[in-house]
């Protein structure tokens, strides 16, 4: 049992062990710490540690990951294996202490201890500029708001069957969870090898709830699987995570013809989502709308404004850096108050805490938030945040030679499809960069391909042109579809 | 890797072994029966591009719905899924 402050990491790639290995965290007042078992153990031993986990649950089909994990691990963990039949050999002489399904009591439901606001819900690890993951605590006090919301908007009920694709390390599969869940729905777990298209899974469940990021959806139209009437069973599409092309909305609405379709935005700080907008059937109305459809308008609570570089807040129409407040946006970046200090503010003339968010938006009179782009070089990539200077870092380590990360291609939609790495050309071979890359990053961050540059492009600054590097990726491809 | 003579697994199969070696990884041993998500070695956006690759050499179309992906996404499975050219 903890007492809301002790930290459960959950190991697993969402199988049933996952789920109630993060459920049974909670109810003990413990705070999860999901691990993504397709992340490598580097990575994931680093987190162990920056979160102090003291407990760490796996299922079984993670036993050898584990194994990497904890063995560079060097604080004591409690492993529990709940689907195990017994603890591994190579556990032996280990620092922890191993409990498989024979060591674990019946739960004992009535006697679980109450929860409070202050309690940690969950930690969640995310890319960070500085060359290692950050990570962001969300208390309950956070976490409930977003879910009454949640509730309120959308009505929730024991009918309702719902989608669960996010993994568990990308923080909408909360909303998965808990909103399903706390209405006593049906969560539906889509198996991985039909997580890029589950027309047939959603057609054959007739779920009722959609919660994707936007380029599940672009996947599914680029291989002819989101057709005009597929989804006649959903009544609610939610898309979050990444930029909302209008032409994919609208192949969505087509296909979902009795659904709402609310595009949600929010950054883990913030919990989940913190604002939503609600796509327009009109045809005429949807028209007018910009390609990429806007964000809408604070949940309720919650609090948004766009300031210029002065830190004044604009006029409506004006672009500016969107800043959240309100009972959502937590408290800062876990033990890093330096990172902290710089993203949570307080402005002159406002006594709340405001986060900034590093999104250019506008507010349309009509619309709410219109997103523009970043002020900085994070990207999207599946939905999933990267922060460049990550990867650069990774690359820079392993190269010994300038090294740099750009989003690339870009897809028809806008959206960043992948990264491709550049570095000088006395470094290291390909193979041992892209290795090194692997060793660190989430999948969805290691680079697709490594560039050699002889004449490392500069600004004026004396820094990297990245627009120089997008420039040779542009005219490399001109020159491949010539 | 090691796969069969059908044009449409060899389309498939040479796109993969394009992208294991941009990757770096040309000792991943593939057949055409290996679950290529289970092994976590295309993501979506490969898989799109494997498909979208072989429908341009071969002149036919993919059919999702000629595809039960919950069994798992193998070359066999997704070159069987290609429908013959209108």
Not at chain 1, 143 to 171: E, H, I, K, N, W
Not at chain 1, 327 to 356: E, H, I, K, N
Not at chain 1, 388 to 393: D, G, I, M, N, S
Request: proline share 7%; glycine share 8%.
């Amino acid at each position: 049992m903890g007492d809301g402050s002790a930290r459960c990491a959950v190991l697993g790639s969402r199988k049933l062990t996952d789920f109630a290995g993060i459920a049974g965290a909670l109810m003990a007042r413990c705070t999860y710490v999901p691990l993504n078992a397709r992340h490598p153990p580097q990575r994931l031993a680093q987190i162990m540690c920056e979160a102090a986990a003291q407990a760490l649950v796996v299922d079984r089909n993670h036993l050898a990951h584990a194994r990497a994990v904890l063995e560079d691990t060097p604080h004591s963990v409690l492993v529990l294996l709940p689907d195990s039949s017994s603890v591994p050999d190579w556990a032996m002489g280990m620092p922890h202490q191993f409990l498989s399904q024979g060591d674990l009591t019946q739960p004992c439901v009535d006697v679980l201890p109450a929860g409070s606001p202050e309690d940690g819900a969950y930690l969640l690890f995310t890319s960070g500029s500085t060359g290692a993951p950050k990570g962001i605590l969300v208390r309950n006090r956070n976490v409930m708001p977003y879910l009454r919301s949640v509730a309120a908007r959308y009505a929730p009920g024991p009918d309702d069957r719902c989608t669960q694709l996010f993994d568990l390390t990308f923080d909408l599969s909360v909303h998965d969870m808990f909103v399903a869940w706390g209405a006593g729905a049906s969560l539906y777990r889509i198996p991985d090898s039909a997580r890029f298209a589950p027309r047939d899974f959603v057609r054959r469940h007739a779920l009722t709830m959609w919660f994707s990021v936007p380029s599940t959806a672009a996947t599914m139209l680029g291989l002819r699987a989101l057709r005009p009437g597929d989804f006649p069973s959903l009544r609610l599409s939610l898309f979050c995570g990444e930029a909302l092309p209008k032409r994919l909305a609208r192949a969505w609405a087509a296909a979902a013809p009795n659904a709402i379709i609310e595009n949600l935005y929010g950054p883990t700080e913030a919990t989940i989502a913190l604002t939503a907008w609600r796509l327009p059937r009109e045809e005429n109305v949807l028209d007018a709308l910009p390609e990429v459809l806007p964000i809408g308008k604070p949940l309720p609570g919650q609090a948004t404004i766009a300031v210029n570089a002065s830190d004044v807040v604009v006029d409506d129409g004006e672009e500016g850096e969107l800043c959240l407040a309100g009972s959502q946006v937590t408290d800062g970046y876990w033990r890093r108050p330096d990172l902290t200090a710089q993203r949570f503010v307080r402005f002159a003339w406002d006594d709340r805490v405001w986060y900034r968010t590093g999104d250019r938006v506008r507010n349309s009179m009509n619309h709410g938030l219109v997103f523009l782009g970043r002020v900085d070089r994070q990207v999207k990539i599946a939905g999933h945040r990267v922060e460049l200077q990550e990867v650069e870092a990774v690359l820079h380590r392993a190269a010994d030679t300038n090294a740099a990360a750009i989003a690339w291609p870009i897809g028809p939609d806008g959206l960043a499809r992948g990264i491709v790495g550049f570095a000088g050309t006395s470094s290291r071979p390909d193979d041992a960069l892209l290795q090194a890359c692997r060793d660190a990053l989430p999948p969805y961050a290691v680079p697709s391909a490594i560039r050699r540059i002889d004449d490392w492009p500069l600004n004026n600054s004396g820094k990297t042109d990245h627009g120089r590097l997008r420039s040779m990726m542009e005219a490399e491809t001109c020159s491949r579809t010539q | 890797m090691t796969i069969d003579n059908s044009p449409l697994l060899r389309l498939l199969s040479d796109a993969l072994a394009q992208r294991l070696h941009r990757d770096g990884r040309n000792t991943v041993r593939i057949d055409a029966d290996t679950d290529l998500i289970e092994l976590g070695i295309v993501d979506s956006q490969a898989l799109l591009d494997m498909i979208l690759d072989a429908e341009a050499g071969s002149g036919q179309l993919f059919d999702a719905e000629g595809m039960d992906f919950e069994s798992g996404v193998t070359l066999r499975r997704l070159a069987a899924a290609f429908a013959a050219p209108a």
